[in-house]
């Protein structure tokens, strides 16, 4: 996959793609990440991208002649424009089942906004796919944008270890189960012991332990998810 990302601050994301399952994912040709400043497309001396609002108010405002000529020309270096994103709290918010459509997508151009948020006909223009990754205000998009890629990664055949490890996540293939609890060695730390059914090697007893607890978790702490359509 080809992600490119707009942003008025590319050194967010320098040590976020360079760490971990992600760079991995750089180095084994699964994914390739093109960082394009914003602001290289300001064609004035001090390279303003902002701008007061419109009708007054507090901060800035993104400007439509920077940002729909940035995008266009970032989405005109390949040949495919890809599948335009911005992250903005208007948007929907993101699921598993959002992530599992955009993992399909061959390019994503993400667009981050700060201060007050783009002009509007940056929308209108571009008809972006608009998404929040929750009810909470960021400082921009950039750590949206993060969030955005890493649980899309995931879902890329080849980038995590164990091809399978994100088909039985909670929330995926329609899973709506919180996962039940995980152990490893020792065998008891500070009177805590590991349940003793995952000891004993009985395959289908673990496995019916792991679904109650799942059931159990979910029902104490997310009833909502039994409830909840598909969204
Ligand atoms: N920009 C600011 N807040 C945001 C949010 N919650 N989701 C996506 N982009 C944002």
Redesign the pocket.
């Given at each position: 996959m080809l992600v490119d990302i707009l942003t008025l601050f590319p050194g967010i994301f320098t040590g976020f793609i360079s760490e971990s399952l992600l760079a991995g994912a750089v180095r084994n040709g699964l994914l390739t990440v093109r960082l394009h400043n914003m602001r290289d497309w300001a064609d004035d001396k001090h390279n303003t991208m902002d701008d007061t609002p419109a009708g007054g108010g507090a901060g800035m405002v993104l400007k439509v002649d920077r940002v729909v000529p940035s995008v266009e020309a970032v989405q005109a270096i390949d040949g495919d424009a890809g599948k335009l994103v911005m992250?903005?709290?208007q948007?929907r918010t993101l699921n598993q089942r959002i992530a599992e459509s955009l993992a399909k997508e061959r390019r994503l151009v993400l667009l981050c906004?700060r201060y007050e948020g783009f002009d509007d006909r940056v929308r209108q223009i571009l008809n972006p796919d608009e998404?929040?990754?929750?009810d909470?205000?960021?400082n921009?998009?950039e750590t949206?944008a993060m969030v955005l890629i890493e649980t899309v990664m995931r879902l890329i055949p080849g980038v995590l270890g164990d091809r399978d490890s994100s088909k039985f996540d909670s929330f995926s293939n329609g899973n709506r189960l919180l996962e039940s609890p995980q152990f490893t060695r020792p065998r008891e730390y500070r009177g805590l012991q590991i349940p003793e059914v995952l000891l004993n090697g009985n395959h289908a007893a673990i496995e019916k332990w792991r679904q109650e607890q799942s059931q159990k978790l979910t029902r104490e702490r997310r009833p909502d998810l039994f409830d909840r359509e598909r969204e």
């Open positions: 992250l903005t709290p948007g906004g998404i929040s990754i929750g909470y205000i960021l921009g998009g949206a």
